[in-house]
């Protein structure tokens, strides 16, 4: 793999993490996910 390249394992942990990211964020309030987004260093909310 070229440099900064992911192993197709890593990749597929880190999409499985993303997945399990949105199913979270579709269960929560709009102001709970906007103080989530916050906590995360995001203030645009």
């Known amino acids: ?3 900064g390249g992911r192993s197709s394992t890593e990749m ?3 999409i499985a993490d993303l997945r ?3 199913t979270k964020a579709k269960d ?3 102001a709970d996910l906007a103080a989530e987004i916050r906590k ?3 203030s645009c909310l």
């Open 12 to 14: 597929a942990s880190r």
């Open 28 to 30: 929560l309030s709009q």
């Open 1 to 3: 793999m070229g440099k």
């Open 20 to 22: 399990a990211d949105l």
């Open 40 to 42: 995360m260093g995001f």
